[in-house]
C-alpha cells in the first residue's frame, strides 16, 4: 500500500524531477532551479542564492533580460520568450523562457520554466528553409510572367523601331537588342528557384510598417492577380494604409510571415474571394497587421493547432509551416499571432508588434495607390472608316497596347483600345468588330470572361488570347472559352501580324 503524500511534496516531487529547468527569480538573482536547471547551465547548487539570472545568459543578452523581468514582475509582459543562455563552460544555447510574478517574503519576484530549444529550432530551420524554397518557387514563376511582359514591350518596340531605321549601323543596333531580348526571354522561361536561402540573418532596426505590406503586395500579386487569373478566379485586394506605428525588427523577417499569410490567405479561397489587409495603431500602441481572408474559416477544435508545423487543414498537404514559421518570426519580434475565424465567413489573422523606441532613419514613404484588384481605365474610341477592318485590343499595360496599335494601324486596321476587361466590354457593346485580342492576367475580370462576353455579344466575332502563360493552357480550355487562337507573350511583329490576318480571314 502506497504512503499518501501532501500537495506540497507531489509538487517538489513534480519539479525535482521536471526535464525542464523550473526556477524562481527574486531580486534578479536565482535562488531556486532544480537540478534540471543547474544541469542545463552547468551549475552548482550552492550558487544559488548569488547567482544573478545575467550570469546565465550571453552578454549581448543581458539588457534585454534585466527589462523582460521588470516588465514581467510588474504583469505587462506575458507568454514566452526566447533567450541565448550561456553555459557555466562558454559555450551558448537558445532556451525558452515562460515565467509569473511571484511573492517571495514581501519581495517582487518570478517563478516559471526554462526549456533548452536547441534540437526545436534547428528543425525549424529546416522546416523555414523548405518552407522558404516553397514561397520562392512560387513566386519565381511570377517573376517570370512579369518579365515575359516587359520583354513583350522591348521587343515589339524594337520591331517597330527596326521598320523605321534608316542607317546600316542603327539597323544592326536594334538587331543586337532584338536578338539578346529573345535570349532573355528563353532563360525567364527556364527559371526554376530564386536564391537566398542562406543569406545571414538580418539586424534589426526601426521599420515603417506600410511599406512592407505594399512590398509583399507587389511581390505576391503574380499569385493574387495573374496566376488566378490563367485559373478563371478573382481575388479581390482590399488595402488601405494606416497608422500603424514604427517597429524594430527584421524587414526580410516581417515580408516572408506577411507573404505567408497572403498565400494561406489564397489557399483559403481556392475559388477566389477578397483579402482586406489593415495596419494600424492599437490602443496599446503596437503596431497591429490584419490579414483577412473571405474562406470557409477554421474549425474552433483546429484554432489551437494552427501553428503546429505538423498540422494543416489541407487535405493535399502533410504540414502546414506557414503559421508556424509566422510565429516564430513574432516571437523573435517580441510580438504575438492572434486569430480569429467564423466558419463559413473567413479567417482573420493579426500580427501584434510592439513598437520601435527609435524612428526609421529614412522619412516615410508615400503611399502606393496602385495596389489594388481592380483599377479603373479609360478606353480610346475613334470612329472607324466606313468598311475598315478593326480590332479590339484590350490590355492592362498601356505600353503594349501603344505599340501594338501601331503595329495594327500600319497595315490598315483600325483599333479600339481599353486598359481592362470591363472597358474592352463597353466598347463591345457599341460597336462590332473583326478580330478580337485580349490579354489574359487583367485587374479587374480576366480573358477568360472577356472572351465568352464577346461570345454573346458578337457571336461571329474572332478571339485572339494574348499570355504570357501560354504554355499552362490546355488547348480544351481554349475551345471552351470560345477562344479562337493563343498568342504568347512576347511576341515577334511577324507572329502577330500573321496570327491575326489567319484569324481574320477564316
Not at 80 to 109: C, K, N, Y
Amino acid at each position: 500500500m502506497s504512503t499518501p503524500v501532501s500537495s506540497d511534496s507531489t509538487f517538489r516531487f513534480l519539479v525535482e524531477h521536471s526535464p525542464d529547468g523550473h526556477f524562481l527569480i527574486v531580486d534578479g538573482v536565482l535562488e531556486y532551479l532544480n537540478p534540471a536547471g543547474l544541469e542545463m547551465f552547468g551549475r552548482d547548487a550552492g550558487e544559488l542564492g548569488t547567482l544573478h539570472v545575467s550570469e546565465v545568459v550571453h552578454p549581448s543578452e543581458r539588457e534585454r533580460v534585466v527589462n523582460n523581468i521588470r516588465l514581467r514582475t510588474s504583469g505587462v509582459l506575458r507568454g514566452a520568450t526566447t533567450f541565448l543562455a550561456q553555459h557555466a563552460d562558454g559555450s551558448t544555447f537558445p532556451i525558452e523562457v515562460h515565467a509569473v510574478p511571484a511573492g517571495v517574503g514581501g519581495r517582487d519576484g518570478l517563478h516559471g520554466v526554462i526549456r533548452n530549444i536547441t534540437n526545436r529550432r534547428k528543425m525549424e530551420e529546416r522546416l523555414a528553409r523548405m518552407e522558404r524554397a516553397g514561397l520562392v518557387s512560387r513566386l519565381s514563376a511570377g517573376i517570370a510572367h512579369d518579365f515575359n511582359n516587359l520583354l513583350a514591350i522591348m521587343l515589339t518596340n524594337t520591331e517597330v523601331a527596326l521598320r523605321e531605321a534608316e542607317t546600316a549601323p542603327v539597323r544592326e543596333a536594334l538587331k543586337h537588342i532584338r536578338s539578346a531580348g529573345v535570349r532573355g526571354s528563353e532563360k525567364v522561361r527556364q527559371i526554376q528557384t530564386m536564391g537566398g536561402t542562406n543569406r545571414p540573418t538580418e539586424e534589426f532596426r526601426p521599420l515603417y510598417v506600410n511599406p512592407i505590406v505594399e512590398e509583399v503586395l507587389e511581390l505576391t500579386e503574380p499569385r493574387w492577380r495573374d496566376e488566378a487569373e490563367l485559373k478563371g478566379i478573382t481575388y479581390g485586394i482590399d488595402w488601405t494604409p494606416g497608422d500603424a506605428p514604427p517597429v524594430a525588427g527584421s524587414a526580410q523577417d516581417l515580408r516572408n510571415a506577411l507573404i505567408a499569410l497572403v498565400f494561406n490567405a489564397i489557399e483559403a479561397m481556392p475559388q477566389g474571394g477578397d483579402i482586406v489587409i489593415r495596419a494600424v495603431r492599437t490602443p496599446a500602441n503596437d503596431a497591429l497587421i490584419t490579414v483577412r481572408d473571405s474562406g470557409n474559416g477554421i474549425a474552433e477544435t483546429d484554432l489551437e493547432r494552427l501553428v503546429d508545423p505538423f498540422f494543416t487543414t489541407r487535405e493535399d498537404r502533410e504540414m502546414g509551416l506557414g503559421l508556424h514559421l509566422v510565429e516564430q518570426v513574432l516571437t523573435r519580434h517580441s510580438g504575438r499571432l492572434e486569430v480569429d475565424s467564423d466558419p463559413g465567413v473567413g479567417t482573420t489573422i493579426a500580427l501584434v508588434i510592439p513598437p520601435s523606441a527609435e524612428a526609421p532613419s529614412e522619412a516615410p514613404r508615400a503611399p502606393r495607390e496602385d495596389l489594388s484588384s481592380v483599377s479603373s481605365f479609360g478606353a480610346m474610341i475613334a470612329p472607324a472608316p466606313p468598311g475598315a477592318r478593326s480590332v479590339l485590343l484590350i490590355d492592362d499595360q498601356a505600353d503594349l497596347v501603344q505599340v501594338v496599335e501601331t503595329i495594327l494601324r500600319a497595315q490598315g486596321w483600325h483599333v479600339d483600345a481599353a486598359l481592362n476587361g470591363r472597358d474592352g466590354l463597353a466598347i463591345a457593346e457599341q460597336r462590332s468588330h473583326s478580330i478580337v485580342l485580349t490579354d489574359l492576367g487583367m485587374p479587374d475580370i480576366s480573358g477568360w470572361e472577356v472572351a465568352q462576353r464577346v461570345g454573346e455579344l458578337q457571336p461571329d466575332t474572332p478571339v485572339i488570347l494574348m499570355t504570357g502563360w501560354a504554355a499552362e493552357i490546355d488547348e480544351s480550355r481554349l475551345e471552351d472559352h470560345g477562344i479562337s487562337a493563343l498568342l504568347p507573350k512576347p511576341f515577334r511583329t511577324e507572329a502577330l501580324l500573321k496570327l491575326v490576318e489567319r484569324i481574320a480571314n477564316v
